[in-house]
């Protein structure tokens, strides 16, 4: 396998993005949505490029010194080969150029590999926000990262 890249998103990256959202989430983000990530001014979105093609993304955002991840998902293809990790750790690289000291983010309970990928990076579990999740409601596990 090459190495993966992680840059920066761009417009034309979005309709490959949105097809990977469509095939990992329930209720996925429209191209819209992620097309305003790649024009928001304190956004972080990102593509993870493999062999050239677009194999995964994340988006996140910051205001002030915080940080949240707003979306991640890699390719069914691909996961369990770094991908993820390596997105995360693009996002917490770039947290420390804008001075970012907490970093939150919500994820399904159910979502176990998530969980894992997050505590692993030193995440804490802070909260739960009761069905935050629709198709199937479920509710979000709220964690923290103290850079």
């Known amino acids: 396998m090459k190495e993966i890249l992680i840059r920066d998103m ?3 990256d979005v309709a490959a ?11 996925p983000w429209s191209e819209t949505s992620f097309f305003n990530e790649t024009h928001k001014p304190r956004a972080l979105p990102k593509v993870a490029v493999l062999n050239g093609s ?30 993820a990790t390596a997105l995360v750790e693009r ?4 947290l420390k ?3 970012c000291r907490f970093l939150y983010l919500e994820v399904r309970a159910s979502n176990y590999a998530a969980k894992k990928l997050y ?3 030193g995440f804490k579990i802070v909260g739960t926000r009761k069905n935050y999740y629709v198709a199937p409601v479920e509710d979000a596990i709220i964690m923290m990262l103290e850079t």
């Open 97 to 99: 150029l804008h001075a």
């Open 119 to 121: 505590q692993g990076f």
């Open 17 to 27: 993005v949105a097809r990977i959202e469509k095939m990992s989430f329930s209720l």
């Open 10 to 12: 761009k417009e034309e």
């Open 91 to 94: 996002i917490l690289e770039e």
């Open 54 to 83: 677009i194999v995964g993304y994340a988006c996140s955002d910051y205001v002030g010194d915080e940080c949240h991840i707003l979306n991640l998902a890699v390719h069914a293809d691909y996961r369990k080969q770094g991908i």
